[in-house]
């Protein structure tokens, strides 16, 4: 078995939590070296294309999401062996990248802006995807995307329908995934009921090293936020509320700040 040490943000979303599950899924050990927001700038240059996930197994490095992915999961018997099947697989995979990409593009917008996008984005390209992607769904049989069981897929496309019901991205509707595609929200219920494949909590040392204070903020660009904070004090966006604290559990009390403005440094 190889020696495997997976790189990515120190919380249980985004693109390198469907690798994570799938180790974790399949027995497979790895090293699961998380980064805090803090610390992401001072290794930001060591990673191949200045960007996260990044996988090592023995001692090669693998970066982009989907290579990962899908190495990870054969190593795990979460790809299919089948080319079709394959391909329906990455199809979903490289759908739920696009929607990403397109999020991803708005985090640093100033409000205005990012409000418009965001709300062309739910209006358009998000609706598109989600009918598109449940409809491959039911078209392969309601249950899994492809090869009649769980894949890499229904992981990817299920850590998608979490963030945008999270609450977590401001001017994106939470409703919307239920609006749209019910029945990828079944779906994503369904994946997150199976005990292994639950999501994982930030890691003992990132919480024995930070205080976390809650700060009511009109925006919930935490990465921003958080790249600012000195290391051992954790400044967390709390109106849109359900990840962050899901985030939070079994961390610390959650302080709240009196002063509503952005800041980190002069927090308590
Ligand atoms: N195409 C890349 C994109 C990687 C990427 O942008 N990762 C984000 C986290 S999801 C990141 O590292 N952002 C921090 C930065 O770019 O400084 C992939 O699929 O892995």
Same mark, same amino acid.
């Given at each position: 078995?190889?020696? /495997?040490? #997976?790189?990515?943000?120190d919380f249980h979303g985004g693109r390198g939590e469907p690798a994570? *599950?799938?180790?974790?899924? @399949? %027995?497979?050990?790895? +090293?699961?070296?998380?980064?805090?927001?803090?610390?992401?700038?001072?290794? !930001?240059?060591?990673?191949?294309?200045?960007?996260?996930?990044?996988?090592?197994?023995? %001692?090669?490095? *693998?970066?982009?999401?989907?290579?990962?992915?899908?190495?990870?999961?054969?190593? &795990? @018997?979460?790809?299919?062996s089948d080319f079709w099947q394959a391909a329906l697989c990455d199809e979903a995979m490289d759908a739920v990248e696009d929607v990403t990409n397109e999020i991803v593009r708005?985090?640093?917008?100033?409000?205005? +802006?990012?409000k418009a996008r965001r709300e062309?984005?739910? +209006?358009?390209?998000?609706?598109?995807? =989600? !009918?598109? *992607?449940?409809?491959?769904? &039911?078209?392969?049989?309601?249950?899994y995307f492809a090869d009649d069981r769980? &894949?890499?897929?229904? /992981? !990817?496309?299920?850590? =998608?329908?979490?963030?945008?019901?999270?609450?977590? *991205?401001?001017? #994106?509707? &939470?409703? =919307?995934?239920d609006r749209v595609a019910p029945e990828l929200v079944d779906h994503f219920q369904r994946v997150m009921k199976d005990p292994p494949s639950r999501p994982t909590t930030p890691s003992a040392a990132w919480r024995s090293d930070r205080q976390v204070y809650g700060?009511? #903020? @009109?925006?919930?660009?935490?990465?921003?936020?958080?790249?600012?904070?000195?290391?051992?004090?954790v400044v967390v966006c709390l109106t849109s509320a359900v990840e962050t604290l899901s985030l939070l559990e079994g961390l610390c009390p959650v302080r709240l700040c009196a002063r509503q403005s952005c800041c980190s440094r002069s927090c308590p």
């Open positions: 078995m190889s020696d /495997l040490k #997976l790189t990515y943000f994570r *599950l799938a180790l974790s899924m @399949g %027995g497979v050990p790895f +090293e699961d070296d998380r980064v805090a927001f803090a610390d992401w700038p001072e290794r !930001k240059g060591s990673m191949p294309f200045g960007a996260m996930p990044v996988l090592v197994a023995d %001692g090669k490095v *693998l970066a982009q999401s989907n290579a990962i992915n899908r190495y990870v999961a054969k190593l &795990t @018997g979460l790809y299919p708005t985090m640093f917008m100033p409000d205005e +802006e990012k062309a984005l739910a +209006e358009g390209m998000i609706p598109l995807y =989600l !009918k598109r *992607l449940g409809q491959n769904l &039911t078209a392969h049989g309601g249950r769980l &894949t890499i897929a229904d /992981l !990817k496309v299920a850590m =998608l329908i979490r963030q945008l019901r999270s609450g977590i *991205l401001d001017h #994106l509707p &939470t409703d =919307l995934p700060k009511v #903020l @009109g925006a919930t660009d935490s990465a921003r936020v958080l790249s600012q904070c000195p290391r051992s004090v």
